[in-house]
């Protein structure tokens, strides 16, 4: 998966920066450096180039205990080609095993990092949806806007209230290549003006350290650095959650999460997502 792609890179550039930051301490302490008797995964690849830092995996589900909300059927007569899929509200959704799905999970804390130029997050219009519904990116990644279907939409962006752009994208054009910046939030929400139901939304962080879960509620990412990092949740409804998390080297770390449907999101994730970087992150 595409995720997986620049979640590897990510991690490449991430260990770059680090050294970089850091730069080597010749006879500095032993931190965690890993003994090399205890590599279990020794086929990570990142691994030999850098032994001083190294990276693990960050695992962990998005449980709901609250009564799972209806999905109406969506309204989608106005439009011929529409009306001819019937679709539910998926502003909500409860997985079979009780977990949500199309939370999203960023990294905080991590060095800075865009993956390269080839490497793009896209979003799709399929059926008269926004698919997926969730995407995330780093800040200057390549977002790739596509319409699948055989008639027009237009995409219209917003932060919070504020357009971004809003530009229509009739039957057969070509993909729109889009980068969102940190003056853009957090989070953008995408909007059809022509089909009012379609919702969509990009959720964006410093570096590409990122994942949205499916149908399992489960999420993992790989290629994190080495450290002590704020892992937040955000579900469009139901807003953030964060909790602490402690990756080492060649293990994988936990982060489990639980809405319970009362939570409700402010709209003030802009807000909670820059506090909580680390105060001497990077651009
Ligand atoms: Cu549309």
């Not at 500095?28 to 030999?48: N, R, S, V, Y």
């Not at 997985?95 to 997050?121: H, M, R, Y």
């Not at 929400?189 to 939304?201: I, N, S, Y």
Request: some cysteine; overall charge neutral; hydrophobic content about 40%.
């Amino acid at each position: 998966m595409l995720n997986k792609k620049f979640t590897a890179l990510a991690s490449t550039l991430a260990l770059a920066l680090t050294l970089a930051a850091c730069g080597k301490k010749p006879g500095g302490t032993t931190t965690e450096t890993a003994a090399p008797a205890d590599k279990k995964e020794a086929a990570a690849p990142a691994a030999p180039a850098a032994p001083a830092a190294g990276s693990g995996s960050i695992k962990g589900k998005v449980s709901f205990t609250g009564t799972a909300p209806d999905m109406p059927e969506l309204k989608r007569e106005a439009d011929p080609f529409c009306a001819k899929t019937k679709m539910k509200d998926e502003e909500v959704v409860v997985n079979a095993n009780g977990t949500l799905k199309n939370v999203a999970l960023i990294v905080q804390g991590a060095a800075a990092s865009t993956p390269d130029a080839a490497v793009v997050s896209e979003v799709d219009q399929v059926n008269c949806m926004y698919t997926p519904r969730v995407v995330t990116a780093a800040f200057g990644q390549n977002v790739k806007i596509v319409n699948s279907d055989p008639i027009l939409h237009n995409v219209h962006t917003y932060a919070d209230t504020k357009t971004l752009f809003n530009r229509a994208q009739p039957k057969g054009s070509p993909p729109m290549d889009k980068t969102f910046s940190k003056d853009d939030g957090g989070v953008v929400k995408f909007k059809c003006d022509v089909h009012p139901w379609m919702t969509g939304w990009l959720v964006l962080n410093d570096n590409a350290l990122n994942a949205v879960t499916g149908d399992s509620g489960e999420f993992e990412i790989k290629g994190v650095p080495a450290g002590t990092y704020k892992i937040q949740a955000w579900h469009e409804k139901y807003g953030p959650k964060t909790v602490d998390v402690t990756v080492e080297a060649d293990k994988t770390a936990e982060a489990n999460f639980t809405y319970d449907g009362t939570e409700k999101a402010a709209y003030d994730f802009k807000e909670v997502h820059i506090s909580l970087n680390h105060p001497g992150h990077q651009h």
